[in-house]
């Protein structure tokens, strides 16, 4: 696991519920760690440019350069016409809710899908280093082996499902658990991750017709 993915995800989701100056004070901290390290690669050097720009959009922008400055990897339902050919609406919504983004083909290492004021389903993997962003729930018919955060801008009741959990990081709103605190007997298994009514992000068993037991994973809540 990626531990500065993890805060750069969370600095992201700080930004866009309104939380700019929390927001601004965790991009500092990446660059430090990132500008103090012996060695930087080429994704290294990138990761920092991309973290620079987005510092001065909301020093610069506060709460308004928040919205309407997220990084490129964010602000896309998919990142490139290349990369967006299998990313379809489904049938039209009511008017009142907009049809799901549908993605058909696997979600690589590298790429990041974001479904804006809707839900996003997946009917594949996600390779690990993938990255899976939606305001309303998350719905893997296939092994979720990257990164996924339902309910990225403060929708709390969203939730995110899978058929394999083998995720490097999964959430919901702010909360958000790692590889390493989902529970052995839900390795691989279908699951659902959902927030507890107290915060505290929750993966049970995914089941027909029956819920499993709650098995409390890590929680990691900013408010």
Known sequence: MDALFATET???????????????AIYRH???A??????????DAARLA????????LEGGGAEGAAANPPRAATQESE???????AAPS??????????LVVREP??????IYAQERDLIVVASVHSGAQLLADGNIHIYGALKGRAVAGAHGARDAQVFCLA??????????GYTISDDIPPSLWGSPARVFLTPEGTCAVVALTVGKQGAPATAHLTRRT
């Open 10 to 24: 969370m600095a992201e989701l700080s930004a866009r519920q309104g939380r700019v100056a929390e927001a601004v």
């Open 30 to 32: 990446l660059m430090g």
């Open 34 to 43: 990132l500008q103090a390290a012996p060695t930087q690669s080429s994704d």
């Open 50 to 57: 991309r973290w620079v720009a987005r510092l001065a959009a």
């Open 80 to 86: 490139s016409p290349k990369r967006s050919a299998s």
């Open 91 to 100: 049938a039209a919504a009511s008017d009142a809710q907009r049809a799901s």
């Open 107 to 112: 979600v690589r290492s590298g790429q990041v």
């Open 165 to 174: 959990l083998e995720a490097e990081l999964v959430g919901v709103d702010s």
